[in-house]
């Protein structure tokens, strides 16, 4: 029999409760992980536990602070012995507005969330990252490379993600750390559907995020699993700073 891509390994992953996470989730076991579903939203998390193939582990989690990401880690530390990869999944993506709309709480609090959130989770669980010599995977998005109108405070945190996550690629080289990001372009989950309703026409917005990929259709979810499975898999074991665009070639250019 195949070994799974992920056999035994240990992934904490934020965020994991819906949409991308819950599709990363279920893709991580199928593979044979033991997955830490940490999510701000405990039921979602536990349901989604519920759907994993093999045994894992639902916390209650917000990312935005120290003190519930410390424990978080540590409960998983002490649940399963160790961490093989993070996956730092959890954002949030409202609101919708140029930056001189967007009010100084709107701002902090997607800083917080979406990147911030990188910090905390890395900082936490380093030392097990460092013995296991394991891996990060950052949910970035297409809009952190090429920008998006009307989304600004958003755009930032995302742009950030991805320089950040070249940077510790560099930092964490020496101790056999891989560091990469996915982007995706329009990915149907709950957050995006949130965000069509708060546009002028949300028909229209359905239309145009099919049209933006070049491949005709805007996915599920499960497309960023797929990648996100390779990434944390020795696969690509010699990939680490990649920013690796799951867009559909919604970043390739005008089209008629």
């Not at 002490?78 to 100084?104: C, Y």
């Not at 930032?156 to 991805?162: S, Y």
Request: a negative charge; aromatic letters at 6%; glycine letters at 8%.
């Amino acid at each position: 029999m195949t070994e799974k891509l992920l056999q035994d390994r240990v992934i904490f992953l934020t965020g994991g409760a819906q949409g991308i996470g819950r599709e990363c989730a279920l893709a991580y076991a199928r593979e044979g992980a033991a997955v830490i579903v940490a999510d701000i939203n405990r039921t979602a998390a536990e349901q989604t536990l519920a759907e994993l193939s093999i045994p894992g582990l639902a916390i209650e989690c917000d990312v935005s602070s120290s003190a519930s990401v410390e424990a978080a880690i540590q409960l998983a530390l002490k649940t399963f012995g160790r961490i093989d990869a993070v996956h730092n999944n959890a954002g949030i993506s409202s609101p919708s507005k140029p930056l001189h709309e967007t009010s100084e709480a709107e701002w902090d609090t997607l800083q917080r969330v979406n990147l911030k959130s990188v910090y905390l989770t890395t900082r936490f669980a380093f030392e097990s990252l460092r013995a296991s010599q394991g891996c990060i995977l950052n949910t970035a998005s297409m809009v952190g490379l090429i920008g998006q109108a009307d989304h600004a405070a958003y755009v930032a945190t995302k742009g950030g993600m991805i320089s950040l996550t070249r940077a510790m690629a560099l930092d964490y080289a020496r101790y056999k750390i891989r560091v990469n990001a996915v982007c995706p372009a329009g990915v149907w989950t709950p957050l995006l559907r949130e965000w069509v309703q708060e546009q002028p026409d949300p028909q229209q917005m359905i239309q145009y995020l099919n049209d933006i990929h070049a491949l005709g259709y805007c996915p599920n979810g499960d497309v960023i699993a797929d990648a996100a499975v390779f990434l944390l898999s020795d696969m690509a074991r010699f990939i680490t700073g990649c920013i690796l665009p799951v867009s559909g070639g919604a970043e390739l250019g005008y089209r008629r």
